[in-house]
Structure formats: structure tokens, C-alpha cells
């Protein structure tokens, strides 16, 4: 595991024992899974530490990520998020507890079900005559009105006002408001290991980098090593404009170009400006970057060689202050 004598760079190592474990596992992991597998970090818990590995292809997006909550000895699959449980997860803060069995519950209101769908029904047409015998029925019940509620009885009036009276008295019996029903709510649950795959996801997304021309777009439009890439020159290393993402955004318009050596997205377009930064290390001739949004993320490349690679030692949480720091 050659990437581990890079960790000093961020301030983060391991121990001997959990060097030692992932160095034996890691050598199960890829048999099992017929990958290359390499360590992709340690997110810190109140009961445990959870240590993250990467397992990929010659495809830079055929990933699976593992995780270890025994000190690297046993590695369980964490399983793709949906788009439901990514807008619970977002709502989430706070440090992880490391348990996995850890159930995460949401409180929320219960949807209203959708209004039903009005039945068509047969237009009758309107310009049928009626009957002669409905006619005479509906004359005879207009005249029965009017001599009901004519002006000299003055029966209609009254009996109008008394109805009145009395459907006040019934609408509001105690003089006081009614109170409005409590809208019914639910608890969605979902266990910690759902928030962990959640975590690794964004920060795939928005971190995860490699050097300028370290891949390529093969004619079958799938984006694999560059096995004549030799590294960035100490001048190009330095710039943000020489490092690329490595999401999946890379057709027709969010290509950077046409060309299969230089066709990723740029880093030093990221918004908010100032939120990556580089600097040398000259004892070990190394470039380090970080991120400001994910506190402990660190990449790294040896200029004039194809060593590079990527880490993350932190608690997995966001940096909200970040608005306030540039």
C-alpha cells in the first residue's frame, strides 16, 4: 500500500496495527472482487472509526466503496444511494456514531393524496323538450309557492328570518372557533451506513481530481489510465488549471473539448473561488491540495512522474463557515 507513506502530508496516519490489517485484507478485497483496490480514507465516530476503501476498474467510473469498522480486518459493501434517501441525507448534521446498525429518524408530514380524477360522464343534450306531463308538475309547484309566500300571509318572510336565527345558533353552540386538525406526520428511518455511502458520493463529486491528461477517452467513450502519462512538470503542477474532476459530466456540452487527452473539467472553475488550494512539499517533492468545503481531503502528485492519488481523514462533515473564510 504505497499510498499510506503520503498521509503524513495531511497531518492523519494510521496505526501499525490497522496498517498491518488493511495490508493482508486488501490482498482478500481484490480477489473477491477482481479490482484494484486502494484505501480511500477514515471518517471518525463517537464508538468507532470507519476505514473506506475503493475498489475500481480500468473504467474510471465503475467504483464500489467498502467500509471497516474492526480496524481494517473485515469489509462490508456500501450500496449506491437513490434519490430519496439523498434528500433525507442532506438534511442530516452532525458527527457519525459509528455503529452501522445506527437508525437515523426524520420527522416529516404525511403528503396529501392526490385529488381523484373527475369521471366523464354522458353530456345530455340540451335542447330536448321535456315532457308535457313534467310541464304541468313544475306549473303546479311554482303556483303552490306563490300562494305560500305571497305578501298577505306573510308567512315566507318570517319563516325565513326564524331559520336564520336558528342556523346561527347551531353553527357556533359555545361562541368559540373551532380548532384546526393536526396534520398527521411519519418518521422515515434509515441506518448510518446509508449517510456514509451519501458522504463519499458528494465528496466524490466535488473533490475527487487527477492530473491533466492522466486519462483518456477511448473510441468507445470510456474513460481509461493513460498509460503514457509521465506526470506534470514542477511549473504545470502547481496551477489549479492542471487538475481534473473525475465525475461524470463528460459529454457533449460539459466536455472541455473534443479531444480524448483533454477532455475533463477543470478544478479552478469550482465555485466559490478560493475554495481548493496548493502548495509544495519540498521533503518529499510533492504538490498538495486541499479542500475548503471538505476539511480533510488532501490529493497529491509528484511532478515528472505518474504518482498522484487522493485521501480523506476527517469527522464527514461540511464546512458551513466556508461563505465566511474566503
Keep these: 500500500m504505497p499510498e499510506t507513506t503520503f498521509f503524513p502530508v495531511s497531518g492523519?496516519?494510521?496505526s501499525?496495527?490497522?496498517?498491518?490489517?488493511?495490508?493482508?485484507?486488501?490482498?482478500?478485497?481484490?480477489k473477491e472482487t477482481k479490482g484494484s483496490v486502494k484505501f480511500w480514507g477514515r471518517v471518525s465516530g463517537v464508538e468507532n472509526d470507519y476505514l473506506l476503501a475503493e475498489v475500481g476498474t480500468e473504467d474510471l467510473f465503475k467504483k464500489q466503496f467498502f467500509y471497516s469498522v474492526d480496524g481494517g480486518l473485515t469489509w462490508m459493501l456500501l450500496n449506491p444511494t437513490t434519490e430519496t434517501q439523498r434528500i433525507y441525507c442532506s438534511k442530516l448534521r452532525g458527527v457519525f456514531?459509528?455503529?452501522?446498525?445506527?437508525?437515523?429518524?426524520?420527522?416529516?408530514p404525511v403528503p396529501e393524496p392526490p385529488a381523484p380524477e373527475p369521471s366523464a360522464e354522458a353530456e345530455q343534450p340540451a335542447d330536448v323538450p321535456a315532457s308535457p306531463s313534467a310541464v304541468e308538475?313544475?306549473?303546479?309547484?311554482?303556483?303552490e309557492e306563490g300562494d305560500e309566500g305571497s305578501p298577505e300571509d306573510?308567512?315566507?318572510?318570517?319563516?325565513?328570518?326564524?331559520?336564520?336565527?336558528?342556523?346561527?345558533?347551531?353553527?357556533?353552540?359555545?361562541?368559540?372557533?373551532?380548532?384546526?386538525?393536526?396534520?398527521?406526520?411519519?418518521?422515515?428511518?434509515?441506518?448510518?451506513?446509508v449517510r456514509l455511502s451519501y458522504f463519499i458520493e458528494q465528496v466524490e463529486y466535488t473533490c475527487s481530481v487527477v492530473p491533466r491528461g492522466a486519462y483518456l477517452l477511448n473510441e468507445l467513450g470510456v474513460v481509461i489510465p493513460n498509460k503514457f502519462f509521465e506526470g506534470l512538470s514542477w511549473h504545470a503542477a502547481g496551477k489549479l488549471s492542471?487538475?481534473?474532476h473525475t465525475?461524470?459530466?463528460?459529454?457533449?456540452?460539459?466536455?472541455?473539448?473534443?479531444?480524448?487527452?483533454?477532455?475533463m473539467e477543470t478544478i479552478d472553475g469550482d465555485v466559490p473561488g478560493g475554495v481548493w488550494s496548493v502548495k509544495f512539499e519540498p521533503l518529499l517533492n510533492l504538490v498538495v491540495g486541499s479542500n475548503l468545503l471538505y476539511p480533510g481531503f488532501t490529493f497529491y502528485h509528484r511532478p515528472e512522474s505518474s504518482e498522484y492519488g487522493q485521501f480523506y481523514f476527517g469527522d464527514g462533515q461540511q464546512n458551513l463557515d466556508l461563505c465566511f473564510m474566503l
Design 12 to 14: 492523519n496516519t494510521l
Design 247 to 263: 465525475r461524470r459530466a463528460l459529454s457533449g456540452a460539459a466536455r472541455r473539448s473534443e479531444d480524448p487527452f483533454d477532455f
Design 242 to 244: 492542471q487538475y481534473c
Design 137 to 143: 308538475e313544475d306549473e303546479a309547484e311554482e303556483k
Design 16 to 30: 501499525p496495527a490497522e496498517k498491518s490489517a488493511i495490508k493482508v485484507s486488501f490482498v482478500l478485497l481484490a
Design 154 to 193: 306573510g308567512n315566507g318572510e318570517e319563516e325565513g328570518e326564524e331559520g336564520e336565527e336558528e342556523g346561527g345558533e347551531d353553527g357556533d353552540e359555545d361562541g368559540k372557533p373551532k380548532k384546526p386538525e393536526k396534520k398527521k406526520k411519519r418518521v422515515i428511518a434509515f441506518q448510518e451506513t
Design 97 to 108: 456514531f459509528g455503529n452501522p446498525q445506527y437508525e437515523y429518524k426524520i420527522e416529516e
